[in-house]
């Protein structure tokens, strides 16, 4: 069998090149690849084209490649609470495409599964329909949209095996499992790194055929950005 | 007397069938979830990847790998099930989401939304309300009806660039309910002590009174 497994970040990332365009997993902080986006950091990679539902905080994931000036271009859903984001955002240090995230997710979805361009009726009517093939099924009106087209892809998950097979924990699901399929090189993180077998094959979110390397990452912060509790009744 | 921000969620809740799956926007609509009447079964949808969202955690149960949308922490209910992006969009545009409620910065007459971007200042972007607006039939906007200058957030047509085209149902505001009908807003009720003529004049598109007008019960 090829030999997925990797020592590292730093070597996990060691190929990624100024002026490529990569997928990062995550939404918010939750399900992001901290260990990778800490080795982009140190390798100081410029240029990057970043496709990710949201931008990090100004102090952590995203915002470090931010702060470190090494994103060209940003393509997201949502950008707010990140004050770096805003100044280069204003300045016009950096290229951003807001797009709606459901348009996101099927647009790495697609990039995965073959599908070059898809019909979406989200957007249609508002500015962000400008310059787009609009065509009309059953009366409603639909927009084009085509599949991205990234170099890489950066995941985390909970669980993986050596042959790339992954499991997620909670929300941190979220648009790691369709970046996985989306990249040329899909490069995963995961918590827990384990034997081959260990994972019951009926509960494996993401096949490793998609995983071309893997490894264990360390000393995760899971930051959280709303902690939010309720009163304990008892 | 106008309504707060929690007697608009709880007008709202009334809107609430047994069965519906809906999905709550961040601010006021995130607040529905506190007055779900108790005879009925309703499922939350988070578009980060849940349905049946349940409470706020206490301090013991957090887990930063279980947020809402919102970015707040959250918990699972008995039933619960999580999902990629994709599955979750797929519920959204596929019309299996009975109900969205949001916020809105400007609804105009025929039911368009802005809520999205103000130009010349940050632009914090879409999220996923581009494509719920756009795929679901039955869209309750909760807003207060009038902006902090006092100018009148239900207008003619929206200043603001839109999110969706002709989506809106029903608007939910501090001052009355709403309908959006081929002849514009349709006032059908209105707060406990505010006027008929207060609402006309704090609404700048075209405005009819419903024959059955009543008092919001809150």
Known sequence: MIKKVVENANIAVQDIFDGATIMLGGFGLCGIPENSINALVSKGVKNLTCISNNAGVDDFGIGLLLQNKQVKKMISSYVGENSEFERQLLTGELDVELIPQGTLAERCRAAGAGIPAFYTPAGVGTEISEGKEIRKFNEKNYLLEKAFNAEFSIIKAWKGDLSGNLIYKGTARNFNPIMAAAGKITIAEVEELVPIGELDPNFIHTPGIYIQRIFQGNDYQKRIEQKTIREDES | ?218
């Not at chain 2, 957090?62 to 970015?71: E, F, Q, R, S």
């Not at chain 2, 879409?126 to 100018?151: C, E, P, R, W, Y």
């Open chain 2, 1 to 218: 007397m106008s309504l707060n921000k929690f007697q608009i969620a709880q007008r709202i809740s009334k809107e609430l069938r047994d069965g519906y799956y809906v999905n709550l926007g961040i601010g006021i609509p995130t607040l529905v979830a506190n007055y779900i009447p108790e005879n009925i079964n309703v499922v939350l949808q988070s578009e980060n990847g849940l349905l049946g969202m349940g409470p706020f955690p206490i301090l013991s149960e957090v887990d930063p790998d279980l947020i809402n949308a919102g970015k707040q922490t959250i918990t699972t209910l008995k039933g619960s099930v999580l999902f990629d992006s994709a599955e979750s969009f797929s519920m959204i545009r596929g019309g299996h989401i009975n109900m969205t409620i949001l916020g809105a910065m400007e609804v105009s007459e025929n039911g368009d939304i802005a809520n999205w971007k103000i130009p010349g200042k940050m632009v914090k972007g879409m999220g996923g309300a581009m494509d719920l607006v756009s795929s679901s039939d039955n869209i309750i906007v909760a807003m207060m009806h009038t902006n902090k200058k006092g100018d009148s957030k239900l207008l003619k047509s929206c200043q603001l660039p839109i999110t969706g085209k002709k989506c809106v149902k029903k608007i939910v505001t501090n001052l009355a309910v709403l309908e959006i009908t081929n002849n514009g807003f349709l006032l059908t009720e209105k707060a406990k002590g505010v006027t008929v003529e207060e609402i006309i004049k704090k609404t700048e598109g075209n405005i009819e009174v419903s024959n059955n007008l009543k008092t919001i019960d809150v």
